[in-house]
């Protein structure tokens, strides 16, 4: 995989992940404050929000990073980039169709068990 496209699948994957981690914690620190009484539930629904519109913001900064990054790209770096795009799709798909077959396997295995 070439570096550009490599930076930019860190770079996705890393503010991905950082808006999903950052929103769990957030609602498991909130609910357990309110558990042990130290807030009450308006003042945690009230931080809850707060703190979902901070990560909010933080997301549409790092999707702006991107867009001036990818706005950036040459002709040719951009066409390797929609391939590499591509390349995933379809490996995605071919895995999900993978794992559609194991599971009718799975479901004849069971049934053929129940007819004995």
Known sequence: MDPITEGLKKIILA???AVAITADKTTEVVDELVKRGEITVE???ALNNELKHSVK???TAGKKDFEGFVGNLS???LEALKNEIRKA???ETDA???AD???TVDDLD???DNDL
């Open 15 to 17: 503010g991905i992940g």
């Open 43 to 45: 003042q945690g629904k």
């Open 57 to 59: 913001s933080a997301a």
């Open 75 to 77: 002709k040719e770096d």
């Open 89 to 91: 799709e379809e490996a």
């Open 96 to 98: 999900e169709n993978s």
């Open 101 to 103: 077959d194991e599971e």
């Open 110 to 112: 069971d049934a053929d």
